[in-house]
């Protein structure tokens, strides 16, 4: 480009001394001149742009050949860490806990505390975490989804217990136990308030105050005690009601039931409402279910 350039100015000036030794006039003479100057100009400018652009070709360069190396060590990272997953998958030994064991584990993991964000973490990466929390442990967990008869699926956990036989585990909002069973509503009851041995709810809720007793239930994880679970708390609800009646119309002077029958009462709807552990959730009819297995 430039020996072009060197040339066209050369030729340029040839031509003009040719025109001026042949009598040219004037007035094109000084034409002439102009044309060269411009000439020259565009020449001048061209070649600037042309350095310029010479300038950014060297830094696309560069850059290319930075990302180039960074691509190359990524892949390399990506390489040996897939390399150290399927070693470790070769040498897996995670073993199905006990129902204790599994309880445990769920009080000392923090998964439970992270913050649900629908567009970014939601019911799949703690999913997700408490999976790869367990594996951690040793503790063999199944990623879990459902589908249900309206709205959006679900994700959450499973645990084949040695003794207690699977355990569904939801870790959204709490350490829930989760009940599924196909065609029928998904639920989950807080940790705290699964138990095979619990507070009776029998009898008539208006006469809640009475010395406790207990009932047993062989498998706290059976869909049919997640039904029974749900009668305990509508005879907590209406046990409540009908005490805060009798509170109203002791207060009147309607003396049904003695100052020392109101006191057992509440004492205990209090110890009831502590061993059903405070909240449950019921949900959507489920229409499938999908475990996978680590």
């Known amino acids: 480009m430039r020996k072009k350039t060197a040339l066209l100015a050369a030729g340029c000036l040839m031509a003009l001394l040719l025109l001026s030794s ?15 100057d411009t000439a020259q100009a565009q020449v001048a400018s061209l070649q600037s742009d042309l350095t310029e652009a010479e300038s ?42 006990t129902w204790e064991e599994l309880r445990e584990f769920l009080q000392l993991d923090d998964t439970d505390e992270l913050v649900y964000k629908k567009s970014s973490f939601d019911c799949t990466g703690f999913a997700i975490t408490l999976r790869d929390h367990a594996q951690a442990y040793g503790i ?15 994700a959450f956990n499973a645990f084949q ?22 065609n029928q509503p998904y639920g989950t009851i807080h940790l705290d308030g699964v138990k095979s041995e619990y507070i009776a709810c029998s009898g008539d809720p208006a006469e809640f105050w009475a010395p406790l007793t207990y009932d047993t239930y062989p498998n706290p994880f059976s869909y049919d005690y997640y039904t029974d679970y749900q009668r305990r708390v ?25 100052a020392s029958d109101l006191t057992t009462w509440i004492a205990n709807l209090e110890a009831l409402e502590q061993d059903l552990g405070y909240t449950y959730e019921a949900g959507s009819v489920v229409r499938n279910i999908q475990v996978y297995w680590n």
């Open 140 to 154: 063999r967990c199944a990623f879990v989804e459902v589908s249900f008869s309206e709205g959006e699926g679900h």
């Open 234 to 258: 509508k005879f907590y609800e209406e046990s409540a009601e009908a005490y805060n009646k009798a509170v109203a119309d002791h207060n009147k002077g309607i003396v049904e039931w003695s």
């Open 56 to 97: 950014q070709i060297e830094a696309l360069d560069s850059d290319i050949a930075e990302a180039q190396r960074q691509i190359q060590a990524l892949q390399s990272d990506y390489d040996n860490m897939k390399y150290e997953i399927l070693e470790r998958i070769k040498q897996s030994n995670l073993e199905n806990p």
């Open 22 to 36: 042949c009598g040219i006039p004037q007035e094109e003479h000084d034409t002439v001149v102009a044309d060269r």
């Open 161 to 182: 217990t040695t003794d207690r036989g699977l355990v569904y585990v939801d870790t959204i909002d709490n350490d829930r136990i989760a009940y599924v069973e196909m």
